[in-house]
């Protein structure tokens, strides 16, 4: 924890930076955390139970409100960003639990939001932290680099089982998040085709393919197709499209994410649009935010609001629309996990239950602390390894409880942090979106040709 009595020596800023107003400030001008904000803060605790870094260390600083404070305390200029108030920020998953738990309605989506970018800008790392930031931002957001990549550590699983396992500590991480049944079918899938509805048309709706979801779950992007259309949407889908920026932007690398969410908004302002279907929820969670994001751009201001008020995730789709008759039966108990993103910063958690429930014959089942992040949060279960698979074991210990045949969650992080904390548990347990099940459903597969087809 840090020790607010102790000396600090601030390190450098990265060149290019604003200067800030008084030297001794920790932050620029550029979108500092607001102060209004971080006094709403009443320091109250209701937040302590719900953040899960607080859950696993019961550490003061490594709370919401403990954050504020050092918020604060930087805002003031009474400490300088140090190595020790960095990981206290950088050790927040960002999964915005205290926010709905906040009575006071504290927005710390926002104050971390902010407060990320001023480290990335303001903060420089130590040299073997910066190399693998940078490798990982050079593989999530471009689906080939990242086809290659994957296909070349499958192979090599392939070839020397085991050898994966010598890695360094993140990089060693990182392959265990490969699903067992390995990657090489995605270098021969792309984006699904655009799919007219079946009967009468209800909706017009683009899909989101993702960057993630499209390389390591490519049959999601095709069973989001398959189920809009048979629940009377038309399906489109902008075959340029590229990454959305949420995952560096939650990682505070703002000015890249918005240039790929400026990119992105132009491939679908189709104004015959109704909805935009996405099927991860940090996505998700970012679009639905651009017109906030940008709303200091006079040119991409507008384009954008007028993109994120279509955005909707994909079961909130399916479900406004109702299910189709002839939905099959699917005999499965189905253990279901509330991604964050989905829940708490998008306000989704009947919606897919509703979904699902539709199913004849699926049992849904809810999994102690369901709401509680699994540890992948973005790039979180890549740079804060140890943190990230004691959450994603206490969630392994859950889904486990709950004896269920199936885990399926919104988020295709969330299902490869859950499924390989159960793979190091000795359990295989398929994990599904909760469109992989509709689509099973609909086309009258058993239950094992939908575990097979995933």
Not at 84 to 110: K, N, Q, T
């Amino acid at each position: 924890m840090l020790d607010p009595a102790a000396p600090r020596s601030r390190p450098p800023a990265p060149r290019g930076a604003p200067r800030p107003a008084a030297a001794q400030h920790a932050f620029d001008d550029h979108h500092p955390p607001d102060p209004r904000l971080i006094a709403d803060c009443v320091h109250c605790g209701f937040c302590l139970p719900a953040c899960p870094t607080y859950q696993l260390w019961g550490e003061e600083m490594d709370s919401p409100r403990g954050r504020i404070l050092l918020m604060d305390l930087a805002a003031g200029g009474e400490r300088p960003l140090s190595s020790e108030m960095v990981a206290h920020f950088d050790s927040c998953l960002g999964c915005l639990a205290c926010v709905p738990a906040c009575p006071s309605g504290v927005a710390y989506d926002r104050l971390l939001e902010s407060t990320r970018q001023q480290v990335e800008r303001r903060y420089r790392r130590p040299l073997k932290d910066r190399l693998w930031r940078k490798a990982v931002f050079t593989v999530l957001p471009h689906p080939t680099v990242m086809r290659l990549g994957a296909l070349s550590m499958w192979a090599v699983q392939r070839v020397r089982p085991g050898s994966l396992d010598l890695l360094p500590g993140r990089a060693a991480a990182a392959a265990a998040l490969l699903p067992s049944g390995g990657p090489a079918r995605s270098l021969l899938r792309r984006l699904p085709a655009p799919r007219p509805a079946r009967g009468n048309t209800r909706l017009r709706v683009g899909l989101l393919g993702g960057c993630v979801q499209r390389v390591v779950f490519p049959l999601v992007n095709e069973a989001s197709a398959l189920a809009l259309a048979a629940y009377g949407a038309e399906v489109r889908i902008p075959p340029g499209q590229g990454c959305c920026g949420a995952l560096e932007y939650h990682a505070g690398r703002e000015a890249a994410a918005l240039r790929r969410a400026r990119r992105l908004v132009a491939q679908f302002e189709d104004p015959q649009l109704d909805r935009i279907a996405v099927n991860a929820a940090g996505c998700g969670a970012l679009l639905s935010e651009l017109g906030r994001l940008l709303e200091e751009d006079s040119k991409w201001g507008p384009r954008a609001a007028a993109v994120a008020a279509k955005v909707r995730d994909v079961t909130e789709v399916l479900d406004e629309l109702g299910p189709p008759p002839g939905l099959h039966p699917l005999p499965l108990r189905v253990a279901y996990h509330d991604a964050c993103h989905l829940i708490h910063a998008q306000g989704v958690r009947e919606e897919p239950r509703r979904v699902l429930r539709a199913i004849p014959e699926l049992q849904l089942v809810e999994i102690a602390e369901s709401d509680l992040c699994c540890g992948s949060a973005g790039t979180y279960n890549l740079t804060e390894v140890e943190a990230a698979h004691d959450l994603g074991r206490r969630k392994a210990q859950q889904v486990a409880a709950a004896s269920a045949q199936v885990l399926t969650a919104g988020n295709p992080g969330c299902l490869l942090q859950i499924q390989a904390a159960l793979r190091e548990s000795g359990i295989e347990l398929p994990a599904l979106h909760p469109v992989q099940l509709v689509a099973a459903s609909l086309l009258g597969q058993g239950p094992e040709e939908a575990i097979l087809r995933s």
